[in-house]
């Protein structure tokens, strides 16, 4: 997917910008020219960015699932909705101008899993978590290393702390006044 958009690379020795395939790291492209194309297409609001979506909300992603899932068939009885807007119980205020995007049996899978609406929202809620933090499974990695070696080096000092004071620790240390001389007092 990342391969098939150009992204500009480093200039070459003449200083001409040329293009390169993408890589997994990049950001993917905008899909509107400018903020007002992206206006336009959305009922006059700025789509937000979904990248940082599930570190932005309450919940994480817990919301986002419960977002993409809670479209009911219809709004409970009582309940009215402002033209434009969909009923959402789980969105601030139940109505979201977002329609409901996930129907059972959309996509199909390579592998068959069945293409359920929950299914389809748990694939994207984990691909905008990855996408929040990219970096995550190589910091845990690293978090992984840092612990063992800290547990290794506070190991070495703890024998060598004790291989070195315990000669100091075990001796024991008498008083001996000395014998024959005046103390000094009558």
Known sequence: MAEENEYDSEPNDEGEIEKRPGKLSDYPPAPYKNDEQAKASNNGALPPDLSLMVKARHGGCNYVFSVLTGYPEEPPAGVEVAPGLHFNP?????????????????????????????????????????????????????????????????????????????????????????????????
């Open 90 to 186: 789980y969105f601030p205020g139940t109505g979201i101008a977002m329609a409901r995007a996930l129907y059972d049996g959309l996509v199909e899978y390579e592998d068959g899993t069945p293409a359920s609406t929950s299914q389809m929202a748990k694939d994207v809620v984990e691909f905008l978590n990855w996408s929040a933090e990219p970096e995550m499974e190589e910091r845990k990695k690293m978090g992984a290393k840092v612990i063992v070696i800290t547990s290794v080096l506070v190991a070495l000092s703890i024998w060598v702390k004790r291989y070195k004071w315990s000669p100091v620790k075990t001796r024991k240390l008498v008083y001996n006044p000395p014998v024959g001389r005046p103390t000094g007092r009558h």
